[in-house]
C-alpha cells in the first residue's frame, strides 16, 4: 500500500489506511443484491451498498441486481461498480453517495475509469464496450458510444501506456481512449491470440508490469512489456476474480454453485474470508491501484467535476 496516502474516508469516519484497508475486501455480492466490505480478520460485513438504500431512483433499482464487479477508484476514496441487471455506478464510500450511474445492458461484467473521468464498461452478452460521458449529479442518459467486442467480460486501464486492455472471448485487445471527455469513443489498436475459451476477468497483480488473466481452465500472469503470457501452476479453473497486494495473499472467488460462492480463499485453497448464505460473485482487496490511476488521484481534482462535491 502507499505510504504517501494519509487518510481512507470509509464507513463515514477518517481511519488511518493501515488500519481501515489492510485486511478489507470488496464484494460483489448477490444474496442481497449489494456491494459489501467484508473485514478479512473478523470476518464480518462492515460496510454495504444497496440501491434501495440510496440516491438512485427507485425505477432503476433493477438494473444493480446481480452485482458482477466491483473496483477501489480514486484513492480508495470511490468505488466502481456494474451488474448484470445492466447498471454501472461510481459511489463514494464515505456517504454511499451514488455519484454517477447509467444503464448500460448486454449483462455487464467489468467497468474502468479513464483519466477524465469518463467510464467504460464491458457488456458480455451484448458483445460491446460502452464509453459514457461522465458527470456527478447523479443519474445520466446523456452521451455514449458502443465498440464491438466478443463475450467481453473485462476492462483495465493502463496508466503508463495510455491504453484500454479487454480480454474477449479469444482475444487479448488494446484499444486508444479518445480523450474526447464530450464526445469519449475507442478504436481498436491491435489484438493477439489467448488459449483456451472464454477469458474472464482481468486485472492488475500491483506488483511489476504485469497483469492477471482468468479462463475456465487456467490463471495466467500477463507480461505486458513482452505480451508474454505464462501460466501459473495454480489448480483453479473457472476463477471469477483474482485480487492481489503486496503483504497479503493473493485471493480468488471460484463458483461453488452454480456461478457463486460464499467463501474468498487464496490461491492453495485456504479460506480468507467465509459468511455462510453469501453469493459472491467477485472480490478485489480493497487497496490502491497505482497500475491503472496516478498517486493523489482524486476525483474533486478534476476540471470537469462540480464544486459542489468538494
Known amino acids: 500500500m502507499k505510504t504517501d496516502l494519509k487518510i481512507l474516508i470509509l464507513l463515514g469516519a ?47 433499482w433493477k438494473w444493480f441486481s446481480n452485482p458482477s464487479d466491483v473496483k477501489p477508484v480514486y484513492g480508495g ?14 459511489i463514494r464510500l464515505a456517504d454511499k453517495k451514488t455519484l454517477f450511474y447509467a444503464y448500460a445492458g448486454g ?17 458480455s452478452t451484448g458483445n460491446y464496450l460502452t464509453v459514457y460521458r461522465v458527470d456527478t449529479s447523479g443519474f445520466s442518459d446523456g452521451y455514449s458510444s458502443k465498440t464491438y467486442i466478443d463475450f467481453g467480460h473485462n476492462v483495465v486501464w493502463d496508466r503508463k501506456r495510455q491504453l484500454l486492455w479487454s480480454a474477449d472471448r479469444h482475444q487479448l485487445k488494446t484499444f486508444r481512449y479518445n480523450f474526447d471527455h464530450t464526445h469519449p ?3 481498436l489498436i491491435d ?31 500477463l507480461a505486458l512489456a513482452t505480451r508474454q503470457l505464462l501460466q501459473t501452476e495454480m489448480p483453479q479453473k473457472d476463477v471469477k476474480s483474482i485480487s492481489s497486494a503486496a503483504g497479503r495473499p ?44 496516478p498517486p493523489g488521484d482524486d476525483l474533486r481534482l478534476r476540471p470537469n467535476v462540480s464544486s459542489k462535491l468538494r
Open 14 to 60: 477518517v481511519l488511518p489506511v493501515a488500519a481501515a484497508a489492510q485486511q478489507r475486501i470488496l464484494l460483489a455480492e448477490q444474496a442481497e443484491q449489494r456491494i459489501a466490505i467484508a473485514d478479512a480478520a473478523t470476518g464480518s460485513i462492515v460496510w454495504e451498498w444497496k440501491p434501495s438504500g440510496s440516491n438512485v431512483d427507485s425505477a432503476h
Open 191 to 221: 489484438s493477439m491470440p489467448l488459449p483456451g475459451q472464454q477469458s474472464h476477468d482481468l486485472f492488475p497483480t500491483l506488483s511489476g508490469d504485469t497483469l492477471w488473466l482468468t479462463n475456465t481452465t487456467h490463471v495466467y500472469k
Open 185 to 187: 469513443g475507442l478504436s
Open 107 to 123: 449483462n455487464p461484467h467489468s467497468s474502468e475509469i479513464f483519466p477524465d473521468g469518463n467510464i467504460v464498461v464491458a457488456s
Open 250 to 293: 493473493t485471493i480468488l472467488s471460484i463458483p461453488q454453485e452454480q456461478w457463486w460462492t460464499d467463501e474468498v480463499t487464496d490461491v492453495k485453497g485456504h479460506v480468507i474470508f467465509r459468511q455462510k448464505g453469501l453469493k459472491i460473485y467477485k472480490a478485489r482487496w480493497l487497496v490502491i491501484n497505482d497500475f491503472s490511476y
Open 77 to 90: 476514496r470511490y468505488i466502481l461498480i456494474n451488474a448484470s441487471g445492466g447498471g454501472v455506478a461510481l
